[in-house]
């Protein structure tokens, strides 16, 4: 599976920003898609997360309430809706695809599919 994640740019403090991440050469079916994001110089930090087969989500203290995961079957893509965005949420964000049990769904080893990151940048 080939991802491609898209809908980074640069807002202000309190604005919204749609990321895509579209998979190729399969489907996610299987699959929990995961959004990370990872500021220079750190580790990869856990945003939010979609059980394709049921839909269950789960989300990163710092983004819940903020943020929203979905998916759309039909163009074999999920979405990161991303609200109320603080200067502190300015990172490159990737989206990953693996099978983790639910106790690992957070972690970045569980996912073994990444595609390319792209930077949102929230200006105060």
């Known amino acids: 599976v080939q991802l491609q994640a898209s809908g980074g740019g640069l807002v202000q403090a309190g604005g919204s920003l749609r990321l895509s991440c579209a998979a190729s050469?399969?489907?996610?079916?299987?699959?929990?898609v995961g959004w990370f994001r990872q500021p220079p110089g750190k580790e990869r930090a856990f945003v939010a997360a979609l059980r394709w087969s049921g839909g269950n989500t789960l989300y990163g203290d710092s983004v819940k309430g903020r943020f929203t995961i979905s998916r759309d079957s039909a163009k074999s893509t999920v979405y990161l809706q991303m609200n109320s965005l603080k200067p502190e949420d300015t990172d490159l964000y990737y989206c990953?695809?693996?099978?983790?049990?639910?106790?690992?769904?957070?972690?970045?080893?569980?996912?073994?599919?990444w595609g390319q990151g792209t930077q949102v940048t929230v200006s105060s």
């Open positions: 050469g399969g489907t996610f079916g299987g699959y929990t």
């Open positions: 990953a695809v693996g099978r983790p049990i639910m106790s690992t769904m957070r972690s970045d080893e569980a996912y073994y599919y």
